[in-house]
Antibody
Framework: EVQLVQSGAEVKKPGESVRISCKTS????????ISWMRQMPGKGLEWMGR????????NYSPSFQGHVTISAGKSISTAYLQWSSLKASDTAMYYC????????????????WGQGTLVTVSS | DIVMTQSPDSLAVSLGERATINCKSS????????????LTWYQQKPGQPPKLLIY???TRESGVPDRFSGSGSGTDFTLTISSLQAEDVAVYYC?????????FGQGTKLEIK
């Protein structure tokens, strides 16, 4: 069974750093790209960026480029999203999701999602 | 960026009636080399992550009830629920995966009338 299990809620102060995780199981981690999405309170979904776990190639939405870092740990089948300096406006639910791919490993739509990690940034 | 615009923003439909949600993209998401529309529909219930319903604009994900269907091509797409059930109350999003940055519609909130 494919599962993406995210780390627990975080409460941080502005300027602090944090790394949240997305542990996968039930499939070959390096075969499927992973994306991260933000959902601010009461709002819609925004795509932040994606990673190819086979070589850690990443690309980011311009809206998030330079503010977050996406990485992956192949040995433990886990993807990460991290901030070095949080802002209050980063308060949101964050989701990881797996891309369904074809035989050429090109990423397509998001088929399995994590349960979400709530990050709260407040002084 | 490709802008995805859904209509309406909210919708109230009686149980057993048809619900229709529209999604328009600012540019075509039809890839000519394979004649596929790079468009998905997701359902999000309160307190839950989104759930994949439809991909390639009209292919139903395994396990999704057949009352859900997707149609359209190019820039105009529709999600139809043929006979609304109580468990279909949710927010529905369309999303294009034609190019990055991937973009979502603003969501349509579906309620029971």
């Amino acid at each position: 069974e494919v599962q993406l299990v995210q780390s627990g809620a975080e409460v941080k102060k502005p300027g602090e750093s944090v790394r949240i995780s997305c542990k996968t199981s039930g499939y070959s981690f390096t075969t499927y790209w992973i994306s991260w999405m933000r959902q601010m309170p009461g709002k819609g979904l925004e795509w932040m960026g994606r990673i190819d776990p086979s070589d850690s190639y990443t690309n980011y939405s311009p809206s998030f480029q330079g503010h977050v870092t996406i990485s992956a740990g192949k040995s433990i089948s886990t993807a990460y999203l991290q901030w070095s300096s949080l802002k209050a406006s980063d308060t949101a639910m964050y989701y990881c999701a797996r891309h369904r791919t074809d035989t050429a490993m090109l990423p397509y739509y998001l088929d399995y999602w994590g349960q979400g990690t709530l990050v709260t940034v407040s002084s | 960026d490709i802008v995805m615009t859904q209509s309406p923003d909210s919708l109230a439909v009686s149980l057993g009636e048809r619900a229709t949600i529209n999604c328009k993209s600012s540019q075509s998401v039809l890839y000519s080399s394979n004649n596929k529309n790079y468009l998905t529909w997701y359902q999000q219930k309160p307190g839950q992550p989104p759930k994949l319903l439809i991909y390639w604009a009209s292919t139903r994900e395994s396990g999704v009830p057949d009352r859900f269907s997707g149609s359209g091509s190019g820039t105009d797409f529709t999600l139809t629920i043929s006979s609304l059930q109580a468990e279909d109350v949710a927010v529905y999003y369309c999303q294009q995966y034609y190019t990055t940055p991937y973009t979502f519609g603003q969501g349509t909130k579906l309620e029971i009338k």
